[in-house]
């Protein structure tokens, strides 16, 4: 039989799902206040211009609606009709505020979604109970659903089918990344304290492939003492640098230079890779002009300049705060970047264009050497994470480690809420916390500390009084007072728990006043162990009744090629009405 790289697009697996993308629509645009569904005996109606949809829910607490896939049927005109994601937004796109110029694009993200969906349900079936004990790399590439509250959630516009194979995460392939050398006085490099990019070239590529790089610039009539070298995803090279920058190949300002002979494994977020080949050496982050849940998946090399800066002042508050080694708490650093600056485009172009975010990287440090006796890795997003048989991660996790659901829960919750907590009480520095941004550390099945990662682009400083270095300035953000604690409110409680509480639920494990008592106590437990900072908690509750519901897919249907704007996040968010504070009582 002939291989095609479109098997994978049969009529089962495309059913299969659209039937679990409209589940998802229909839970969290509700949950978004986008839809109003009906009750109707023991099921809920949803009615639009031409369908009229029924399906049986869960309710629990933050209005989350467990919807159930099996239950989701479609009438036109009272007869049945085919569960169909595409026919589903096109129908609705109006009420979900979706504009007539930005509809096609929203559609073509969710058939790409729904093109992955089916790649995923085509590949092995690991179950929960084998990923329960299964290594850093399998867990990453087994991951099925993406963002959990994002319905179009891989789209990764400009992947062709061949693409998608090479360098999606869910794919596993090994991957040789492009490198290329680029002239200096048209480059920007910074690195970490006590660190020098010629050194990390070193470790990172070894000296055979560097004589080997040098020898290829000085064939081409170029002197390798004027070049910095850095690499390109394949995909970036082959799509992007070779043509769009054909202008500074054809001068010499770049130099194409080959692959290195270290394989690399993609990792969620697409364009950060995971050294296969050597595991102790650092991740690389590649700019990918991608368009992927909401924005071009670009590098600015004028942003990149004060990473390492920032890298090395939040790594320094967290080693140095006694708490935060108490938890374990750790983050992994971006110890270097280095971006090219096109003359023509930055000629041309408005400094957030995507034009100017095409050519560039960064290196983040490996978690390996950090793990002692005993300990494993997993992306905290599998924690989300329910295999084809409808059993949770979380739950085969529990079940490994022996302990009680109560007990283990606590453990994960102190491992990763309470330093965000203490982040935010001692400095008012957030992060982006969601499932990918994390590495749990899990011994004996328990996650017990959590390491951070995607520092620079996604942390933020609320405190006009937290000191910072100037290069690290730019993090400090101007967020009204009562939006502060949404950086847990919405993406830790509504992101993250949302989901956990209903799935612990599912397998009878625990019900979720069990679960949000579990919250509470570690919250509770947390501040009353630190009176000193006793007016911040009551400055900024968290036992308030209710909390603002900050709605992310509103923002990527209102403009899903770039959802926020990156100088002003929080004026670019969109709120609508409240939710209840499961902690609150």
Same mark, same amino acid.
């Given at each position: 039989?002939?291989?095609?790289?479109?098997?994978?697009?049969? *009529?089962?697996? !495309?059913?299969?799902?659209?039937?679990?993308?409209?589940?998802?629509?229909l839970a969290e645009f509700t949950h978004e206040r986008l839809f109003e569904p009906v009750a109707d005996g023991?099921?809920?109606?949803?009615?639009?211009?031409?369908?009229?949809?029924?399906?049986?829910?869960?309710?629990?607490?933050?209005?989350?609606?467990?919807?159930?896939?099996?239950?989701?049927?479609?009438?036109? =005109?009272?007869?049945?009709?085919?569960?169909?994601?595409?026919?589903?937004?096109?129908?609705?796109?109006?009420?979900?505020?979706?504009?007539? =110029?930005?509809?096609?694009?929203?559609? /073509?993200?969710?058939?790409?979604?729904?093109?992955?969906?089916?790649?995923?349900?085509?590949?092995?079936?690991?179950?929960?109970?084998?990923?329960?004990?299964?290594?850093?790399?399998?867990?990453?590439?087994?991951?099925?659903?993406?963002?959990? %509250?994002?319905?179009?959630?891989?789209?990764?516009?400009?992947?062709?089918?061949?693409?998608?194979?090479?360098?999606?995460?869910?794919?596993?392939?090994?991957?040789?990344?492009? !490198?290329?050398?680029?002239?200096?006085?048209?480059?920007?490099?910074?690195?970490?304290?006590?660190?020098?990019?010629?050194?990390?070239?070193?470790?990172?590529?070894?000296?055979?492939?560097?004589?080997?790089?040098?020898?290829?610039?000085?064939?081409?009539?170029?002197?390798?003492?004027?070049?910095?070298?850095? *690499?390109?995803?394949?995909?970036? !090279?082959?799509?992007?640098?070779?043509?769009?920058?054909?202008?500074?190949?054809?001068?010499?300002?770049?130099?194409?230079?080959?692959?290195?002979?270290?394989?690399?494994?993609?990792?969620?977020?697409?364009?950060?890779?995971?050294?296969?080949?050597?595991?102790?050496?650092?991740?690389?982050?590649?700019?990918?002009?991608?368009?992927?849940?909401?924005?071009?998946?670009?590098?600015?090399?004028?942003?990149?300049?004060?990473?390492?800066?920032?890298?090395?002042?939040?790594?320094?508050?967290?080693?140095?705060?006694?708490?935060?080694?108490?938890?374990?708490?750790?983050?992994?650093?971006?110890?270097?970047?280095?971006?090219?600056?096109?003359?023509?485009? /930055?000629?041309?172009?408005?400094?957030?264009?995507?034009?100017?975010?095409?050519?560039?990287?960064?290196?983040?440090?490996?978690?390996?050497?950090?793990?002692?006796?005993?300990?494993?890795?997993?992306?905290?997003?599998?924690?989300?994470?329910?295999?084809?048989?409808?059993?949770?991660?979380?739950?085969?996790?529990?079940?490994?480690?022996?302990?009680?659901?109560?007990?283990?829960?606590?453990?994960?919750?102190?491992?990763?809420?309470?330093?965000?907590?203490?982040?935010?009480?001692?400095?008012?520095?957030?992060?982006?916390?969601?499932?990918?941004?994390?590495?749990?550390?899990?011994? =004996?099945?328990? *996650?017990?500390?959590?390491?951070?990662?995607?520092?620079?682009?996604?942390?933020?400083?609320?405190?006009?009084?937290?000191?910072?270095?100037?290069?690290?300035?730019?993090?400090?953000?101007?967020?009204?007072?009562?939006?502060?604690?949404?950086?847990?409110?919405?993406?830790?409680?509504?992101?993250?728990?949302?989901?956990?509480?209903?799935?612990?639920?599912?397998?009878?494990?625990?019900?979720? =006043?069990?679960? !949000?008592?579990?919250?509470?106590?570690?919250?509770?437990?947390?501040?009353?162990?630190?009176?000193?900072?006793?007016?911040?908690?009551?400055?900024?509750?968290?036992?308030? *009744?209710?909390?603002?519901?900050? %709605?992310?897919?509103?923002?990527?249907?209102?403009?899903?090629?770039?959802?926020?704007?990156?100088?002003?996040?929080?004026?670019?968010?969109?709120?609508?009405?409240?939710?209840?504070?499961?902690?609150?009582?």
């Amino acid at each position: 039989m002939t291989f095609s790289e479109t098997d994978h697009l049969t *009529p089962e697996h !495309w059913a299969i799902a659209n039937r679990a993308l409209v589940r998802k629509a229909l839970a969290e645009f509700t949950h978004e206040r986008l839809f109003e569904p009906v009750a109707d005996g023991d099921e809920y109606v949803v009615t639009g211009p031409v369908s009229v949809y029924r399906f049986s829910a869960g309710r629990y607490p933050l209005n989350h609606w467990e919807v159930s896939a099996p239950s989701i049927t479609r009438t036109v =005109d009272g007869a049945a009709a085919r569960i169909d994601a595409l026919d589903f937004i096109t129908e609705f796109h109006q009420q979900l505020g979706i504009g007539a =110029d930005m509809l096609p694009v929203y559609l /073509e993200e969710i058939s790409s979604t729904l093109a992955s969906s089916a790649y995923k349900l085509s590949k092995a079936d690991l179950t929960a109970a084998q990923l329960a004990t299964a290594d850093f790399q399998t867990i990453e590439s087994a991951m099925t659903e993406g963002h959990p %509250c994002f319905v179009a959630n891989n789209g990764r516009l400009g992947f062709g089918v061949a693409d998608y194979r090479a360098f999606a995460p869910e794919a596993g392939a090994a991957v040789r990344l492009t !490198w290329i050398a680029v002239r200096r006085d048209r480059t920007s490099v910074s690195v970490s304290t006590a660190l020098d990019y010629e050194q990390l070239l070193r470790s990172e590529l070894g000296p055979g492939v560097l004589a080997r790089f040098a020898a290829r610039i000085s064939a081409v009539g170029g002197d390798p003492a004027d070049y910095h070298l850095m *690499p390109v995803h394949p995909w970036q !090279w082959e799509n992007k640098t070779s043509i769009t920058f054909a202008a500074d190949v054809a001068q010499r300002h770049i130099v194409h230079l080959g692959d290195s002979d270290d394989d690399y494994q993609a990792q969620q977020s697409i364009r950060t890779f995971f050294n296969r080949s050597h595991p102790e050496r650092n991740y690389v982050k590649t700019a990918l002009s991608v368009l992927n849940m909401g924005f071009m998946r670009g590098l600015s090399p004028t942003y990149m300049q004060a990473t390492p800066a920032i890298n090395d002042w939040v790594y320094g508050v967290v080693e140095n705060d006694l708490v935060l080694k108490q938890y374990g708490f750790s983050v992994l650093r971006e110890i270097a970047a280095i971006g090219y600056h096109n003359s023509y485009y /930055e000629a041309a172009t408005p400094k957030t264009s995507p034009y100017r975010k095409m050519l560039s990287a960064l290196w983040r440090e490996s978690p390996i050497p950090q793990l002692g006796e005993g300990e494993r890795l997993a992306t905290m997003a599998s924690l989300l994470h329910v295999d084809r048989h409808g059993h949770s991660l979380a739950a085969a996790l529990i079940r490994e480690s022996g302990l009680t659901p109560r007990a283990w829960l606590r453990t994960y919750l102190d491992a990763y809420l309470v330093p965000l907590l203490h982040c935010f009480y001692s400095y008012e520095l957030v992060f982006m916390p969601h499932g990918e941004n994390l590495i749990l550390v899990l011994k =004996d099945a328990v *996650p017990t500390r959590v390491i951070m990662k995607d520092i620079a682009e996604e942390i933020a400083v609320l405190s006009p009084d937290t000191p910072l270095p100037e290069a690290a300035e730019r993090v400090r953000a101007d967020v009204p007072e009562d939006e502060k604690l949404l950086s847990i409110f919405t993406d830790v409680f509504d992101c993250i728990f949302r989901f956990l509480g209903p799935q612990l639920d599912a397998e009878g494990l625990l019900t979720p =006043d069990e679960f !949000w008592a579990v919250v509470g106590e570690s919250v509770r437990d947390y501040q009353q162990g630190h009176p000193e900072l006793a007016e911040a908690f009551a400055r900024y509750d968290m036992f308030a *009744p209710e909390f603002a519901l900050s %709605c992310l897919n509103r923002l990527q249907l209102r403009n899903n090629q770039q959802m926020v704007d990156l100088t002003d996040i929080a004026g670019s968010l969109q709120f609508i009405g409240t939710l209840e504070n499961p902690i609150a009582t």
